[in-house]
């Protein structure tokens, strides 16, 4: 095998740490420089203690070095990578967004892996959108005039922090114009429910669709082979209910279940992101 | 006697009731009703809120924003309300559209133990200049200590008062006297309570609330509603008059109204059906009534049991989707036997 | 320490759980991480932990998580060998993470020595600060945590009010937070404001205990408080010298009680709440002091360090334990009489190693 791809990771949260976990674990990457604003953070303790070089100079860090890695997660806040992302292009490092700042085209692996190749800054879109959009596009693939797409997805309240929270609004656009992206549908809805109860519930996202003639009998192997497709990457990612027609409307329900690195295994949310974005910087290493 | 702020939620949650499909002609003749009656607040829009039209919960025949034009065109002396449900409505599509379209209150609503994702919508609210009131959803599913704290938050955002919602029609008396009087204690702003009948107690229990303190009540009329329906706003208005609470509601145009609203509204009265009692007693959100008996006929699988199977997973608003995969495990467990 | 001062202790336990483990039944097949798991606290609950294991087949594990957690194997080598337990020297302030199966967590690292707290205070409140935010932090990622039980303590309340006869959980008087004589006290503060947040920010199942006072094994006689003093007085045949005010009221619970309780908010207390964890019965220095004096032949003099005091220093320091009592089904096993002579003969079992 070739050697591993450098990506460095800013942002030292629990999302960055968790990610810095997932490379380790890769075969095709390895995580050169983590990079946050705080030494004393858990998430600098976790790095140093798996002997991971750390630096709380931010995205200053890399402007420093350019040479200390090929690719960049970005695991900061929307601001944030709206100020990193023009930096990184000009550096000419691949970056991989994990915020909602939508810089870049949007990315869900187990659909447009190959197209993002050539991209040079990619999004991750939504944890609704990673669990849903795939779904979608093979609705989308199978009947011609998709007339309406919807996705409901329930995550725990735990896993939701302050900034999920006041970012309801920016997940309902961004997750919506992913679906209406990817599965060409005229009208696409998001509705996100938050549920506190003990212990906490796994993430659980149901696709509803509205065409003209449901084809059932294509629409069930494509999207069995799709979810295939999406456990390679996503190990925790079951559907628990098969495409039905119910009210004679399409529906299916896939349920997420977090591997458990640093983020913990409740949140499929957040885990299937970076589940998403290692997926996309392998294929990048692999293309190198 | 302190004065109550009467709130009719007829053109809301009596959407529910009806699959959400009020027509504008509906809407109208009601408005015009509730109007002439003086009721404070005419509430207006899908069961779920601005926004919600949807597989999930139910499409709406006329969109919102129809809704609230035709509403504002047959109200002259009441205020116009709106209800939006953060993760289902956002400011952009939803509550910015609506204030423009001429809605007076906003009532901003989250699942009891969430207020956190009413802020930005609170605040949008209030910076518009409306009057603006945070709704916790499902209350009876957190103790008063919690419902205390989700209630102070709602006030910290702006919200000029807090409305307790027994979304299932839960509660029993004592629940209401106990968990509004937490709130009339904890909070400076003043303290609403929104019935449903499931258990037969949406009147007892609002007057159970006013007794503890709260000022702002929900009433429908003839208590169209989800499920088993709210309170019968004619009957609250009679209740509080002989109790000596004042509401400025007149008697007479508003037992008229009501009349009107069960002739131009109605299908059938609502009342706690068999299903509606079995939702009260497993506190599953009286909007899930009529999901659960389309889909219970559909699985053939008794409606009942999908309803203690929801209660037992501790489901919120807004989870429907559960609703199709409890009755294809049960009819699984069914075939099974 | 001698076998028979251990069997003393393992004999006190089993006198608490006596017709009462029922109690705990919820920890059955549990994991249990303790930080500071091998302070006084600590200890007594692995006893009761561990007697409930060999006794009654509970199946609880331990893990008991502090600086030095490996000196517990010196110290209570009976303890620290066994199977069930396991060790992590780790600084509270310094866990990253936590084993993914433990199911309760008990918060008790803090230092309630009142020396330090005057001599290191920075170092006091970061360990109560930093400590209990790192754990909180740990244990929200915990997919199976059933509770978190913050050991904050008695003296967040600040004086009691000597008309006020017992200081009852929703009392809300505090300290004063300008003093440097409140450093433990508002930390503590501090820390029960932390799990507040993450109780309601994160849906963590969060309950709070607030010790008062105790008195029994373990207890290193070198701290500077008046039943320490007390002991240590009559141990060496005194006389029993109190300093102070001797109409001074406070209250003291036997630690197999104490560890009990404890174990019970642990596996029945209402999230959100805090409960005070203590003797309600008073008790004056000087009738303290006489209750020790007379386990003793011949007797030890009690004497008064100082006649001339100022009433305003008079205080009083008594728990209202009716919550524990009616929400908990909590009683108070060991009276003050029993607590001093079963104190007093471990004491004397413990030395003759």
């Known amino acids: 095998m070739s050697k591993k791809l450098k990506t460095a990771i800013l942002g030292s949260g629990l999302i960055g740490t968790d990610l810095m976990i997932k490379i380790m674990r890769s075969p095709y990457l390895e995580c050169t420089l983590f990079v946050g604003r705080n030494l004393q953070s858990k998430g600098m303790a976790k790095a140093l203690s798996l002997g991971v070089k750390i630096s709380d100079q931010s995205i200053d860090a890399i402007v420093k070095d350019p040479s200390c890695c090929d690719l960049v997660f970005d695991a900061t806040s929307a601001k944030g990578h709206a100020v990193h992302a023009p930096i990184l292009e000009k550096l000419g490092k691949l970056a991989i967004d994990l915020t909602p700042a939508q810089v870049g085209a949007m990315c869900v692996p187990g659909v447009n892996l190959k197209d993002c190749r050539g991209l040079k800054n990619v999004n991750m879109v939504t944890c609704g959108g990673q669990a849903s959009i795939p779904l979608a596009y093979v609705v989308g693939q199978v009947h011609k005039d998709v007339e309406y797409i919807e996705v409901v997805s329930t995550i725990s309240s735990r896993s939701a922090g302050p900034a999920t929270r006041a970012n309801l609004d920016e997940y309902i656009e961004t997750t919506e114009n992913g679906l209406k992206h990817f599965s060409g549908a005229a009208r696409t809805k998001a509705i996100l429910v938050l549920n506190p109860a003990q212990p906490c519930i796994n993430m659980q996202t149901t696709v509803r669709a509205t065409v003209a003639k449901p084809d059932m009998e294509a629409l069930i192997p494509r999207v069995k082979e799709m979810v295939g497709i999406i456990q390679k990457y996503v190990p925790g990612y079951n559907l628990v209910v098969a495409p039905t027609l119910e009210n004679n409307r399409i529906i299916m329900m896939v349920r997420v279940q977090g591997l458990g690195d640093y983020l913990p295994s409740y949140a499929g949310n957040l885990d299937i992101i970076n589940c998403a974005a290692i997926a996309m910087a392998e294929e990048y290493a692999k293309n190198a | ?337 | 320490m001698s076998q028979t001062a251990i069997e003393k202790i393992r004999g006190d336990v089993e006198e608490v759980l006596k017709d009462s483990a029922q109690l705990l039944a919820p920890l059955k097949g549990e994991k249990i991480l303790i930080t500071g798991g091998t302070g006084f606290v600590g200890t007594w609950l692995v006893e009761t932990l561990a007697a409930l294991n060999d006794q009654l087949g509970y199946g609880v594990k331990i893990q008991l998580l502090a600086k030095h957690a490996s000196q517990l194997k010196a110290r209570a080598p009976h303890l620290a060998g066994r199977k069930d337990v396991s060790l992590v020297d780790k600084d509270v302030k310094d866990i990253i993470e936590i084993d993914g199966d433990i199911t309760y967590v008990i918060h008790a690292a803090a230092n309630p020595d009142n020396r330090l707290h005057a001599s290191d205070p920075l170092r006091v409140m970061g360990v109560v600060s930093k400590g209990t935010e790192s754990a909180l932090a740990a244990a929200s990622r915990l997919s199976g945590l059933k509770k978190f039980m913050n050991i904050s303590s008695g003296l967040i309340y600040g004086p009691q009010p000597l008309a006020l006869e017992a200081l009852p959980e929703t009392y809300s008087g505090g300290p004063d937070c300008a003093s440097i004589m409140s450093v433990y006290a508002e930390s503590k503060r501090f820390a029960e404001t932390l799990c507040a947040v993450h109780r309601n920010q994160y849906k963590m199942p969060v309950v709070t205990a607030r010790p008062f006072a105790f008195i029994g094994p373990y207890q290193l006689l070198d701290k500077p408080w008046a039943v320490n003093n007390f002991i240590n007085d009559a141990l060496r045949g005194g006389p029993i010298n109190i300093l102070g005010d001797e109409k001074t009221v406070r209250s003291y619970m036997y630690p197999s009680d104490m560890a009990f309780w404890l174990l019970r908010i642990l596996a029945a207390g209402e999230s959100g709440r805090a409960y005070n964890v203590g003797s309600p019965c008073g008790v004056t220095l000087k009738e303290l002091a006489d209750k020790i004096a007379s386990n003793f032949t011949p007797q030890p003099e009690v004497t008064l360090a100082s006649k001339s005091f100022k009433p305003q220093h008079r205080s009083r320091f008594v728990p209202d334990v009716k919550e524990a009592e009616t929400a908990l089904g909590l009683k108070i096993k060991v009276g003050i009489d029993e607590a001093v002579k079963k104190t007093l003969l471990w004491h004397k079992a413990a030395d003759k190693v």
């Open chain 2, 1 to 337: 006697m302190h004065k109550l702020l009467i709130h009719d939620v007829t053109l809301r949650d009596g959407s529910h009731a009806i699959g959400h499909q009020l027509s504008a002609a509906q809407v109208a003749a009601y408005a015009a009703a509730a109007d002439k009656a003086g009721v404070p607040i005419i509430e207006v829009g899908h069961g779920n809120g601005l926004g919600a039209s949807s597989l999930q919960v139910g499409e709406s025949l006329l969109p919102d924003m129809e809704m609230i034009t035709v509403a504002r065109k047959n109200i002259s002396r009441s205020k116009l309300g709106i209800f939006i449900i953060p993760g289902f409505a956002t400011i952009n599509k939803d509550l910015k559209p609506a204030v423009e379209a001429g809605a007076d209150v906003v009532r901003v609503a989250s699942h009891c133990t969430e207020a956190d994702i009413t802020e930005r919508h609170i605040s949008y609210a209030r910076e518009k200049g409306k009057d603006v009131y945070g709704v916790l959803m499902m209350s009876h599913m957190a103790p008063k200590e919690t419902l205390a704290e989700e209630a102070l938050k709602m006030e910290s955002y702006g919200a000029q008062g807090v409305i307790l919602m027994d979304s299932a029609g839960a509660y029993l008396q004592n629940d209401v006297s106990e968990k509004v009087s937490a709130l009339v204690r904890a909070l400076t702003i003043p303290v609403g309570f929104h019935a449903h009948n499931n258990l037969g107690l949406a009147v007892a229990n609002s007057v159970a609330a006013a007794e503890a303190g709260a000022t702002i009540i929900d009433g429908s009329a003839r208590g169209f509603g989800a499920g088993a329906g709210n309170t019968p706003i004619e009957l609250l208005i009679g209740v509080f008059e002989k109790m000596g609470f004042a509401t400025g509601v007149e008697l007479y145009k508003i037992l008229d109204a009501s009349d009107i609203a069960e002739k131009e509204l109605m299908k059938v009265l609502p009342f706690p059906k068999p299903t509606s009692i079995v939702s009260g007693l497993a506190g599953v959100f009286s909007g899930f009534s009529k999901h659960v008996e389309r889909v219970a006929l559909e699985y053939k699988v008794d409606p009942r049991d999908i309803f203690f199977e929801l209660g037992r997973r501790r489901v919120v608003g807004g989870q429907e989707d559960l609703i199709v995969e409890v009755a294809i495990e049960l009819s699984r467990k069914k075939e099974l036997k």
